[in-house]
């Protein structure tokens, strides 16, 4: 692994691969789609992995606290993650 | 004895409703997918002789009123205060569903919980601690596995002798998100063993039916499977129900003679029965088990994945495709399920968007006539373009009714292999109602525009519509009757067409061209009053009033302007 690779990555969730790996850092976006989020258990230091992506403006699918969410494009882009090595 | 209430809480799609059929022997609605139930249902329970009654609370992920479901569960449970509540908890998702919950014993009436699909949870490689998590959870804590029935009579005992010794009545102050899935993630971490299991079919399947592109080629097979396979299965028993029908109406006819009683008998109960049975329930069965299916499994929620990025382009997102297809098969449950949607804009936008989706009974239209007279293509080409006016029609909607549409936030359910005891109880509830709600106004139907025939009335009424389906539309004058007709039930105008033709068998009475004008006709002209009252209930008469003017002169237009354009070209 190079050097940088050991420093955290902090990106939007909008951002991950499929089969990547990260902590949640923030929620941010309205107050109704943060409480959806957080109820349904994406609160900041929960780690969740990167089960499918789609097109460039599509959704993905998430698995957080062994369910599985499938969040559209601007909601997956509100959420702050650092990436797990 | 005073009655005990019981009262049925847990996340979206865990089965709720499942044990609440298996303890009421009710039919509540079940599929798999979130969001089914969206108002509570009641139902009667006798438990060792007391008579207990059973509330199905809408699915809910916590007690914050973030939504109209959440809002309904919450007020139960702190205004009616339940002599128990059942929380029913998905044991292969337990973290995530332990933060109900925590939040449910906060709220201080007693509860049990019911660990359901533990067998799911086993397959998936988590093995869960029962007697642990009722030790830390402080409640008693039942597995069940609610498809087979097994361990129901278990949590129903748990619950009166929990709900008999009473108990803890004062709610705890609400602790912050955060303090309770943290520790929803101790207990979950505490009580589950897990084993590592080979990868799973699902994920496998997945990998294909979710896929970018192949996903899509999926989708489209699925869709045309579903057709084809309607179309051919309604089409064989149609031919074989009408070749009965009518050599039994030509025995009877022989039997009756001649005469007023006769007539009504005949051509208006025998005749309303045979249109009715041979045209209109070959389609409608067929399809009601090709969606009880497609709910059932599990696919429904991979298609609004997929369809997310189409449908964001008109103002809504992926879980709005779930109401759609929905729409295939009725659209007024359709409308109602338009609550999965979580603001009063995308829920509006969907269900104007759902009554414009050709429902089971516009289908029998679109097969019975166009399918089987004109070719089984142009009924294929009619649904295409419904997709298209839809996508066009939700764009113009989207403009008009502006506002930033909220993102997808749905749980996947996992892949289930449909049970075939709900498709046959589907089938069963479906072809019940059609004898007993939708037989007895087609016979009335059928007996009064035979009556109106018979006093000479026919012609007039159609002369007053004439210009407008002779002249605009290029329609048999009659048409405008059935037409009429068809506003209480949309099969009616197809089903009053045979009764006045004398025939089901259209090629000989309308031209190709006739029979796609008056399937557009159907397929768009007005909701049917049913719609329109639950349009209504959801949206206020203002709205539904609205959309159902709207469609009128929608109709008329795009089947003028289709008649000429499909005359000049094709016909």
Known sequence: ?85 | MRNMRIALAGNANVGKSTIFNALTGLSQHIGNWPGKTVEKAEGKLAFKGRSISVVDLPGVYSLKPYSQEEEVAREYVRAQKPDVVINVVDASVLERNLFLTLSLIRMGRPVVVALNMVDVAERKGAKVDAKKLSRMLGVPVVPVIATRSIGLEQLIEKAVSEADKGGKCRPLREKSTEKVYADAERIARECITLTIVRPQLEERLDSVLMHRYAGYFFLVLAAALMFFTVFSIGDWASRILSGGFSSTKAWLSGILGEGFVSFVLLEGVFEGIAAAMSVALPYLIPFAIVLAILEDSGYLARMAFLMDTFMRKIGLHGKAFIPMILGYGCSVPACISCRIMETQRERFLSAFLVTLVPCAARSVIIMGLVAAFVGPEWAAFLYLFNMLIIAVLGRIAFRALPGEPMGLIMEMPSYKIPSIGNIVKTAWLKANSFLWIALPVIIVSTVLIKLVEFVGLISPISGLLSPITVGWLGLPAIAGITLIFGVLRKELALVMLAALMGTADFGSVLTPLQMMTFAIVSMYYIPCTATIAALAKEFGWKNSLAITVFEVVFALLLAGVAACVLGAFFF
């Open chain 1, 1 to 85: 692994m190079a050097p940088e690779g050991s420093r955290a990555k902090v990106v939007r969730l909008s951002d991950l691969k499929g089969g990547d790996s990260a902590t949640v850092l923030l929620v941010s976006g309205g107050r109704a789609a943060r409480g959806r989020l957080m109820e349904m258990g994406l609160t900041p230091g929960t780690k969740i992995t990167v089960r499918h992506t789609s097109t460039r403006h599509g959704p993905m699918e998430i698995c957080v606290r062994s369910s599985c969410l499938a969040l559209g494009r601007g909601i997956a882009e509100k959420i702050v993650v650092e990436v797990s090595k």
